[in-house]
């Protein structure tokens, strides 16, 4: 880790992210890109976190750039019935830096690599390729004398079990990621050996060209201990997504797991609620001990942890959001009484999701104690966060 990156991150004050991934890019809700970041400013975000789908703003390997490309977006999309949506990634990238750049706002850039119509993802498999389609991305930032707005980058979220690493994943593990059974078993010493060439290469790479940008990788949500074992003195940071849902406990017992709308549903999840009420000291604790585990080996690490996503998964049209923003804000007062800076205020801060979104006390309150660095000692709750 550069020295200069020591001194900025100890003398950084708090920062409220928001975490709007690849939705910027393909959801009609951010049409008015001006529109929904002076919505964030008000709100009292100081970061927002987006996928800028670096494999498509840089060059092919024919140096050509291309404007336009068709996306295909994930079965779980609830915001659009088309399997694919033609987007233009460097001219939003630069609308959104320079509005970025107006207001102050810190942005991290984190990407899935959404798999495109001429399949540039699929050539994501070696360092290098990581390498390179982040250079080319900071590159063109660069070239518009847009460099201070980026902050830090985590070269591959989830890396190597997420969907965009499938390249990787093949390269390292030598099987199909279309088997889910192997992303549950233990890594053994060469597989880790081959995931350290990518945290090794990448960052030191990108930070030769690029030495006031943060380079860092994020965990695969629910694998968090199985990265205590790699190296990272090359990692500038290192990124969390820690959902109180993983644990298969809490999805049953409060009724989070469902595989397809049921009757009563919107009933059931304001039961929920009420359930979850009674169960809430056991459940804080157990994200409490995930938190401070991760917390602990980032410190012996000398790793600034940044939480980039959580804190709970949810079906958006059938959800309690009293309940939902409650937990989220519960968590965040535990990240900052554990000494965490960067936090997501929840995965549903974000222009599409309007139960959310039109709370403005609510994100204006929790963005305060984070960009302040102070818990709240009580959370001023109104009548829409309170629990029935």
């Known amino acids: 880790m550069s020295e200069y990156i020591k001194t900025t991150q100890a003398q950084a004050p708090g920062v409220a992210l928001a975490n709007w991934g690849y939705e ?76 970025a750049r107006e207001h102050a706002l ?26 390179q389609a982040w250079a080319g991305t900071l590159g063109y930032v660069e070239q518009n004398q847009l460099a201070g707005v980026v902050k830090g980058v985590d070269f591959c979220a989830g890396f190597p079990l997420s969907d965009g690493a499938s390249g990787a994943y093949r390269r390292i593990f030598r099987r199909s990621p279309a088997n889910p059974v192997g992303r549950y078993l233990p890594w053994t010493g060469k597989q880790k050996r081959n995931i350290d060439d990518y945290l090794l290469a990448v960052p030191r790479t990108l930070r030769a060209l690029y030495p006031r940008v943060q380079f860092g990788v994020s965990a695969a949500a629910g694998a968090e201990a199985m990265y205590h074992d790699l190296s990272t003195n090359e990692l500038d940071f290192f990124a969390l997504a820690l959902w109180q849902d993983d644990d298969v406990k809490f ?9 397809r709308r049921m009757p009563l549903e919107k009933l059931r ?7 979850y009420a009674l169960q809430q000291p056991y459940w804080a604790e157990q ?21 980039i996503d959580g804190y709970l998964r949810v079906h958006e049209e059938a959800a309690y959001w009293p309940w939902v923003k409650k937990l989220s804000a519960e968590r965040v007062q535990m990240a900052l009484a554990g000494g965490v800076k960067r936090m997501v205020v929840s995965h549903y801060a974000r222009p599409s999701n309007q139960s959310c979104w039109e709370d403005v006390l609510w994100h204006q309150h929790i963005t305060a104690t984070i960009n302040t660095g102070m818990p709240a000692t009580e959370l001023q709750e109104n009548e829409d966060m309170a629990l029935p």
């Open 106 to 131: 810190e942005l991290w850039f984190s990407s899935s690599f959404l798999p495109d119509s001429l399949a540039r993802r699929s050539f994501l498999r070696r360092p290098s390729d990581f390498i």
């Open 251 to 259: 999805q049953l017992s409060n009724g989070v797991l469902r595989a």
């Open 269 to 275: 999840n304001r039961a929920a609620a009420q359930w």
């Open 287 to 307: 994200w409490r001990e995930r938190l401070a585990e991760e917390l602990t080996f980032c410190q012996q690490r000398r790793l600034p942890p940044v939480l």
């Open 24 to 99: 910027w890019l393909v959801h009609d809700a951010y049409d008015d890109l001006a529109v929904s970041v002076a919505e964030l400013v008000e709100r009292g975000y100081t970061g927002l976190v987006v996928d800028p789908c670096p494999h498509l703003i840089a060059a092919d390997e024919f140096g050509t750039n291309r404007e336009y490309f068709y996306v295909t977006l994930p079965p779980a999309k609830a915001f659009t019935k088309a399997n694919c949506v033609k987007v233009a990634p460097r001219a939003r990238l630069l609308s959104l830096l320079h509005l």
